[in-house]
T-cell receptor, first 113, second 113 residues
Framework: GDSVTQMEGPVTLSEEAFLTINCTYTATGYPSLFWYVQYPGEGLQLLLKATKADDKGSNKGFEATYRKETTSFHLEKGSVQVSDSAVYFCALSEPGANSKLTFGKGITLSVRP | EAGVTQSPTHLIKTRGQQVTLRCSPISGHTSVYWYQQALGLGLQFLLWYDEGEERNRGNFPPRFSGRQFPNYSSELNVNALELEDSALYLC????????????FGSGTRLTVV
């Protein structure tokens, strides 16, 4: 079945550091890929998405590229801020009768001033 | 546009009781998904409703059930509550099959004592 694997956390960075959060996936078809963010005490917000190979999703300085050859969708940001502290989830969705989001375990990012 | 709304935001129930959680999707979204986010277990898919029908179900016992109404709002019912049902229950909505993305509500925090 479908699965999403995220790197182990938590991650602690200083403000303005470069961020990479790894995500790889296993899917039977051609999934859409997503990054969601969950701030403390809140629900999930869609951060960015990509629906086909080589697509790059971007939002709020975050980027991720859909790499079919390596089945990856790594999240990057050039300069993190304290306000980026949150839990980040990588997820995939396959179309059709099996439509649902399959999530990775999530990773907690803490950014210190 | 109004987002996905969930009610109540918090509730406390006693073991063995029954609970009903409610979700109103974004206007124009016909699919509603329910997820359980329990401490240490990540986001687990519960149910998917589309056009009033249950389309997919996660690996949960039958005491977890729900329905979708003609206006596309949805209820999640949990019978015979157990302590391990304590979790954040998240509802998401999308256009059918969700390939373009899913919008989440802020969740209902259920505590079973």
């Amino acid at each position: 079945g479908d699965s999403v694997t995220q790197m182990e956390g938590p991650v602690t960075l200083s403000e303005e550091a470069f961020l990479t959060i790894n995500c790889t996936y296993t899917a039977t078809g051609y999934p859409s890929l997503f990054w969601y963010v969950q701030y403390p005490g809140e629900g999930l917000q869609l951060l960015l998405k990509a629906t086909k190979a080589d697509d790059k999703g971007s939002n709020k300085g975050f980027e991720a590229t859909y790499r079919k050859e390596t089945t990856s969708f790594h999240l990057e940001k050039g300069s993190v801020q304290v306000s980026d502290s949150a839990v980040y989830f990588c997820a995939l969705s396959e179309p059709g009768a099996n439509s649902k989001l399959t999530f990775g375990k999530g990773i907690t990012l803490s950014v210190r001033p | 546009e109004a987002g996905v709304t969930q009610s109540p935001t918090h509730l406390i129930k006693t073991r063995g009781q029954q609970v009903t959680l409610r979700c109103s999707p974004i206007s124009g979204h016909t699919s509603v998904y329910w997820y359980q986010q329990a401490l240490g277990l990540g986001l687990q898919f519960l149910l998917w409703y589309d056009e009033g029908e249950e389309r997919n179900r996660g690996n949960f016992p039958p005491r977890f059930s729900g329905r979708q109404f003609p206006n596309y709002s949805s209820e999640l019912n949990v019978n015979a509550l157990e302590l391990e049902d304590s979790a954040l229950y998240l509802c998401a909505s999308s256009r059918t099959e969700g390939r373009a993305g899913y919008t989440f509500g802020s969740g209902t925090r259920l505590t079973v004592v």
